[in-house]
């Protein structure tokens, strides 16, 4: 898998989803209670990822629905400043707001998240606002499967899928599953399934993967020879801290560890890793480096405070991978 | 008017309605898309008069439904911190939010706020969580307008009423319009109307007024007029930088002026001010010192940064009667 | 109490609320699943209530929203036939539904009704469509309390009553309490005791008026003296087969007993006998002789097959009363 | 194409969606505000062909959620009686009723439909209810485009997909467009697109492939090139009064006329065509013969009252063809 077709295409990849906003624990180490200042930054997976690859070189461009306000406005003009086009962005004209998720951070092993997701702009991205000319100029289309919880942004996303397939654009869909917004677990596995049936390549970790086969103890196996049925060249299933494989469709299998740091919390790994992968495969790195690349790139995001913010550049990641070899 | 009946009962006065989340602008005199930090209060009409009332000294209690989580229970925390007693507290069982409000200072003219208000707990009060025993122990039941916008929240302030009038329990109208969470002027109108007609004492400013009679311009006599052939007996209208009006029953009026001072933003002095007045009232201190209780109050809390946490104690108000005599 | 007040105003009476369509069974005395045709009739108890007194020959106008279809259509043209003004009525704009209710006669004694009332076209009417203008021209405003079972119907009804009471038209509150719709007992009754506390007349059976007072087993007497003490000035208290009563306010009581009849089906009764009976007062025949109106018309029009096509004459109710005196 | 394999399975078919009320005009050849009587029919497209299809000989089954009440046992009893398996039906069990559909027949060229599709128990069909053991017994899953409307029905019918393909079972597709219930144009073009690239046979009209091509004035080349670069291998196109096409994957294409009848009404033609077509294919026929029985059937069914009621036996159509030859 290498995904150096389509060179001449204005982005590298067009992320398609949420972005919203991030508030972060001033103070931490203590429940959210006695948190009495919180910091701001941008977050939402597709975000995060789009931030992450353009911070790491790549040209990334972004869909999705954004509030009209103060949020709404922070949110584009955070994500252009760090090289990420945002004209592919929808005002809401609703009067929706932006997601917003409180972080508290108890100790590196307890942190929780407190959402705000009732009617946020982000849901509403309509098939309308997908624009074919836009997907026409990727190489890839980054899906994140929370769009897919809600409709109209559910049929946005199926429809941005039917236009990249339509004009050669590769689909990666990162699982992303946030219980929150889903009406069930039965209704997950439906769309994770149709949407994991038409991606070239499919990322997640092993509990996503079972939630979208609707039962708890899948293996690797039965989820790669199910994919690889269908339209999959290659499928990333994470184990937390025993590391990450990678399977080709022509029966290839590479694995990777992860990277001692000093964790300050949890949030943001998973955007960290698919944004330093992405970046790996499409510099011709391998398979097998790219593994490492994500999972350094965890490591880094996880011993700082945001999960947007700390998306490291290139150079912090090999220097990382230097240390560790 | 005094209200130095049922002076045995342990609750000078009870407010029913929302009790938020403030997230003020930590770094101010900017729009709020450059602001990157935010403080936390406890907000909202009828939480900031129970908490201004308890710090002047009032027996104070609140009804209203919160939510089950970190802000839910800082909210009742920081309440209980200042004597507020939170028995008639609700929590919300649905996975419902606190309210937020995100302030932008700009400047002390220019100040806005992003309002979160889908789906908030406050607002799924139920009248059956609503109890009659509690209400029946106090002197005072504080209505806040906005409780009104929405079912069940309204049908619960609508018994509320309705037990506070069986139960010999003055019932105190504070107008608090907000234009977000009502359908429509025409149906604010309508629910101001009903429980205005049903008030013993209503306060609020000449637009909200207005607001109530569905029209603008409207003047003091035709308002007092229509409220006292109903169930007023006291009628306050604010006309901001103008000083405020006291109306009552028996045809008297009273007016005052405000107290200058270095003005942060604007938030939070109708709260203030209903607390201070109502405090004076119950220490029959006369309706027209009661006016500059009310107003001297409203002039501290808008040189500070917070609405809930800067209520006054009785010793500042009467310094600054003093001062500015 | 009589009715001779504004004797030179248009209409004697206008009801708002609901109009909608009545299937009723044409092979009866089976269970509906057997019933294979139907015959179709104009329904709803403030619609019925004013094709009745029409009927007996009092001015009615009606307001209410119809659906812009075929059943809309037909609604209209049936009530403007019978001689009620049609004038008040409004479109529904957004292609809402006549109510249904199909109904099963399986024996005298064992009807069933299936009722359609999912988002239907009366309990959209609107504040704004309720016209001050025509209210004026009423002498009594009938109410029905089934269109204060959601919004914004609930408004437009608690509007049109603050209109009456402002232009001198007497309010009459027809408990009619149907289950469906409403969200809950509480929220019933919240809304029919403000109502009932603002009524001139309430009429009602003895369990709609528990329903009312939140409790089972109450009594007409304490009925009676919570409404006296707030504005009405005649409450009739149905129950059933013992008969019904009327209390004044100057502490009269009158009761009739039922006449004889043929029973088909139970429907209809509580709308002829409402029709009956204030047209029995409108022509100053006295409360007594008002209520064997209202029953010796609910005779009729239970033995026949629908409730607004059988409304009686005049002369058919005499010629009852005549038979059975 | 032929429909023999898995002859050993108990169903030929099982039909997945609606099953509802036709409410018929008694006294036609007028508007339906005219009509003063209606009679009862079970219809619904997918229980249409369950029935037509059982009335053919064929063994058929349904899937589909049905209101608790008289008209849910009516349909249910109903379907029973013509020889339908209802072990797949499930209750409504919360207050859900039918779908109606008043039938207007002013003539032959001039008929419309008021229907009745809020909150329809047939559109809460949720993935659950749909049983893998169930469909494994069938040949045939017949899937009705109307099922995709709202949801949990789309995903119920998507699930059904999943789960027919799972087990060898033949995804038969028939368009049944119908404007009502669909949020928008583009949503009924995604799910009808996604649906018919995983169906083995899609039936339509021409303007319902249109409004799957999101589109008007497509052709029937390029519909069946991309049909047939998915998984379709028999796609049927009806042109009205110029008659139907067939076309296979293997490049074969048919055409059949339409048969003369004295038209009542136009409603039912689609099913009774589905019927007959499958039957014939079911019974290897061939598939031009398929054309004429499908059309034959809805000459019949369209000169008389019902659609359901009127579905022909494989005699009636036989005698047709016969006399048309």
């Given at each position: 898998?290498?995904?150096?077709?389509?060179?001449?295409?204005?982005?590298?990849?067009?992320?398609?989803?949420?972005?919203?906003?991030?508030?972060?624990?001033?103070?931490?180490?203590?429940?959210?209670?006695?948190?009495?200042?919180?910091?701001?930054?941008?977050?939402?997976?597709?975000?995060?990822?789009a931030i992450g690859t353009s911070k790491l070189g790549l040209k990334a461009g972004f869909i999705g629905k954004i509030p009209d306000d103060q949020h709404g406005r922070f949110i584009q003009s955070y994500m252009a400043g760090v090289g990420v086009d945002t004209t592919g962005m929808v005002l809401d004209t609703e009067g929706r707001k932006a997601g917003l998720a409180f972080t508290e951070?108890?100790?590196?092993?307890?942190?929780?998240?407190?959402?705000?997701?009732?009617?946020?702009?982000?849901?509403?991205?309509?098939?309308?606002?997908?624009?074919?000319?836009?997907?026409?100029?990727?190489?890839?289309?980054?899906?994140?499967?929370?769009?897919?919880?809600?409709?109209?942004?559910?049929?946005?996303?199926?429809?941005?899928?039917?236009?990249?397939?339509?004009?050669?654009?590769?689909?990666?869909?990162?699982?992303?599953?946030?219980?929150?917004?889903?009406?069930?677990?039965?209704?997950?596995?439906?769309?994770?399934?149709?949407?994991?049936?038409?991606?070239?390549?499919?990322?997640?970790?092993?509990?996503?993967?079972?939630?979208?086969?609707?039962?708890?103890?899948?293996?690797?196996?039965?989820?790669?020879?199910?994919?690889?049925?269908?339209?999959?060249?290659?499928?990333?299933?994470?184990?937390?801290?025993?590391?990450?494989?990678?399977?080709?469709?022509?029966?290839?299998?590479?694995?990777?560890?992860?990277?001692?740091?000093?964790?300050?919390?949890?949030?943001?790994?998973?955007?960290?890793?698919?944004?330093?992968?992405?970046?790996?495969?499409?510099?011709?790195?391998?398979?097998?480096?790219?593994?490492?690349?994500?999972?350094?790139?965890?490591?880094?995001?996880?011993?700082?405070?945001?999960?947007?913010?700390?998306?490291?550049?290139?150079?912090?990641?090999?220097?990382?991978?230097?240390?560790?070899?």
């Amino acid at each position: 898998m290498n995904l150096n077709k389509n060179s001449e295409r204005k982005f590298d990849i067009i992320a398609i989803g949420r972005a919203c906003i991030d508030l972060n624990a001033v103070e931490y180490n203590r429940p959210m209670e006695e948190t009495m200042t919180f910091s701001k930054y941008v977050g939402g997976s597709p975000a995060n990822i789009a931030i992450g690859t353009s911070k790491l070189g790549l040209k990334a461009g972004f869909i999705g629905k954004i509030p009209d306000d103060q949020h709404g406005r922070f949110i584009q003009s955070y994500m252009a400043g760090v090289g990420v086009d945002t004209t592919g962005m929808v005002l809401d004209t609703e009067g929706r707001k932006a997601g917003l998720a409180f972080t508290e951070i108890k100790s590196p092993e307890d942190c929780s998240i407190l959402m705000y997701r009732d009617n946020v702009a982000d849901l509403y991205l309509a098939p309308s606002e997908v624009d074919e000319d836009y997907i026409r100029q990727a190489r890839v289309l980054l899906v994140s499967g929370t769009a897919l919880s809600k409709s109209p942004s559910r049929e946005a996303v199926l429809h941005a899928i039917h236009l990249a397939k339509k004009n050669d654009c590769l689909v990666v869909f990162e699982l992303d599953y946030r219980p929150y917004t889903w009406v069930s677990e039965e209704e997950t596995a439906i769309y994770y399934t149709l949407v994991a049936e038409q991606a070239d390549i499919v990322i997640g970790t092993r509990d996503e993967y079972d939630m979208m086969e609707g039962k708890e103890g899948g293996t690797n196996e039965a989820t790669t020879h199910h994919l690889f049925e269908n339209q999959a060249k290659l499928v990333v299933i994470k184990h937390g801290v025993e590391g990450s494989f990678a399977y080709t469709r022509e029966g290839a299998t590479f694995k990777a560890g992860v990277y001692k740091t000093n964790v300050l919390k949890t949030f943001g790994a998973g955007d960290s890793y698919a944004s330093a992968f992405l970046y790996a495969l499409f510099n011709d790195k391998g398979i097998e480096t790219a593994l490492k690349y994500g999972s350094a790139s965890a490591s880094i995001v996880i011993s700082k405070h945001s999960s947007s913010d700390a998306m490291p550049t290139a150079a912090e990641i090999e220097t990382l991978l230097e240390e560790q070899k």
